[in-house]
């Protein structure tokens, strides 16, 4: 069902200084930061040559990163994210299976522009999973 790895999202306090940390100590090609107000979050894409990390800063007190980070005041890795071909498909299969999707079960518009999922980390070793439409 899951294809690629697209990328893994990375927790942080301040985007500015952990893009220029994979900017000029590990010479990465570093995106600009966007604001995602309908997550809460300002994402920053650092491409490699196989995947993507993400980093994400929260828009506020009441994002779901700030929260990440008051249990984890160092940051730290957030979710990983895989593609699918068909993002509707793969949530019945996995709510079939006895998968939680989170919010109400509908696919928002992710960083990407496409349509994601996230799925409950209890269900996945332990790991929030978001799924993006490929």
């Known amino acids: 069902m899951i294809g690629r790895l697209n990328h893994v999202a990375i927790a942080v306090r301040d985007i500015a200084k952990a893009s220029e940390i994979y900017r000029t100590t590990l010479g ?16 920053v894409f650092i491409t490699l040559p196989n995947t993507k990390v993400e980093l ?3 828009l506020g007190a009441d994002s779901p990163i700030a929260k990440f980070l008051d249990r984890n005041p160092d940051g730290g890795i957030h979710h990983i994210c895989y593609e699918v071909d068909d993002i509707i498909a793969a949530r019945d299969t996995l709510k079939a299976q006895g998968a939680r999707v989170l919010g109400d079960g509908e696919p928002k518009i992710g960083a990407h522009g496409k349509p994601v999922l996230f799925l ?8 929030l999973v978001e799924l993006e439409q490929a």
């Not at 995106?31 to 309908?38: C, D, G, N, T």
């Not at 409950?120 to 790991?127: E, L, N, Q, V, Y």
Request: net charge negative.
């Open 56 to 58: 994400l800063e929260p």
């Open 120 to 127: 409950h980390p209890k269900d996945f070793c332990g790991t």
């Open 28 to 43: 990465a090609e570093v995106s600009e930061p966007v604001p995602q107000h309908a997550h809460g979050v300002t994402t």
